[in-house]
């Protein structure tokens, strides 16, 4: 089992930046990919960002490249989200996911967390 601990969320205006942290509890972090995912109200969750293992590999969505950056730190089992050049409509809960396999990294997560709203105005 596998406890996710997203942090960083708040109120930024458009242009601004923010990270997100997702602290894991687990003593195999790093066998363990790693996304982040947003649910905006009204809308679907959609995949944002994942990294494989070791951090040697990164996926994003469309919507996201280019401002977005994930990272993660396996000495404090710990991953990032660093978002610049925010929209509005990057406005979401923003939830980090773990799973195992890299096959498909923007689907079956198997741990999730709680989530952290990002808002952000215009």
């Known amino acids: 089992q596998v406890q996710l601990v997203e942090s960083g969320g708040g109120l930024v205006q458009a242009g601004g930046s923010l990270r997100l942290s997702c602290a894991a509890s687990t003593r195999t972090f790093n066998s363990y990919v790693m996304g982040w995912f947003r649910k905006a109200p009204g809308k679907e969750r959609e995949f944002v960002a994942a990294i494989s293992w070791g951090g040697g590999s990164t996926y994003y969505a469309d919507s996201v490249k280019g401002r977005f950056t994930i990272s993660r730190d396996n000495a404090k089992n710990t991953v990032y989200l660093q978002m610049n050049s925010l929209k509005a409509e990057d406005t979401a809960v923003y939830y980090c996911?773990?799973?195992?396999?890299?096959?498909?990294?923007?689907?079956?997560?198997?741990?999730w967390g709680q989530g952290t709203q990002v808002t952000v105005s215009s």
């Open positions: 996911a773990a799973k195992l396999r890299i096959v498909d990294v923007t689907t079956r997560y198997d741990y």
